[in-house]
């Protein structure tokens, strides 16, 4: 699976929307672009996954480049509640989760 | 439904000593794994099944054995545990192991302490 490169961190202010961006330039045709969040001391929570085409999802937008080299994950009015970290995974299309690899990703600091 | 439930929450052992954490989902989830997570990094798997009766090593399965009997059940053994094993252990399910549009649910994780 390709990997992923993401900010160590970044800060938002309440209420504006919160761009999380991942480079993925290695990613293959046939690898999906998933992005989960850990909530401190909480499990990973899955967030949104894409292909090409934009997603939106009741948590938030998934926004991927035409080449597929990068993503950026969109929390459009960010909320206390939002301050996690967030992973950015590639996949490739049916295989099995043992090839998940979970980077250190973007811990993300909501403020009032 | 209660999704993924992992008990205990904390445990502190002895060095040697073994335990069992449990790992519960009533989700009907084929695949179901285990993570640890340590300090400043990401989550690695340990141990890994995708249906009854079959199990399969990930990335750091040494000291860590599984088994898995029901659909429902996958619990991680620590048969003598090392400081080395001190991690917040995470257990995680997925509908299908091979469909991409089934992302894994995770519990909310046993904090682990060998002294």
């Known amino acids: 699976d390709a990997k992923t490169t993401q900010p160590p961190s970044m800060d938002c202010a309440e209420g504006r929307a919160a761009n999380l961006p991942c480079n993925h330039s290695?990613?293959?045709?046939?690898?999906?672009v998933y992005w989960y969040r850990q909530i401190h001391s909480q499990g990973p929570q899955y967030i949104i996954h894409g292909l090409k085409n934009n997603e939106t999802n009741e948590m938030a937008s998934l926004i991927i480049t035409e080449d597929r080299k990068s993503s950026t994950l969109i929390l459009p009015h960010a909320t206390l509640r939002d301050t996690a970290v967030y992973y950015c995974?590639?996949?490739?299309?049916?295989?099995?989760?043992?090839?998940?690899?979970f980077g250190t990703g973007t811990r993300l600091l909501v403020s009032p | 439904n209660a999704g993924v439930t992992q008990t205990p929450k904390f445990q502190v052992l002895k060095t040697g000593q073994s335990m069992t954490l449990q790992c519960a989902q009533d989700?009907?989830?084929?695949?179901m794994s285990w993570y640890r997570q340590d300090p400043g990094m990401g989550l690695r798997l340990i141990h890994y099944?995708?249906?009854?009766?079959?199990?399969d090593q990930g990335e750091v399965p040494n000291g860590y054995n599984v088994s898995r009997s029901t659909t429902e059940d996958f619990p991680l053994r620590l048969l003598s545990a090392a400081p080395s094993q001190t991690s917040v252990y995470f257990c995680?399910?997925?509908?299908?192991?091979?469909?991409?549009?089934?992302?894994?649910?995770f519990g909310n994780g046993t904090r682990l302490t060998v002294t």
């Open positions: 290695t990613i293959s045709g046939n690898e999906y």
């Open positions: 995680a399910s997925s509908y299908t192991p091979q469909g991409y549009n089934s992302p894994l649910h």
């Open positions: 099944s995708v249906g009854a009766g079959i199990t």
């Open positions: 995974i590639v996949r490739r299309l049916n295989t099995g989760f043992q090839k998940l690899v």
């Open positions: 989700m009907n989830h084929e695949y």
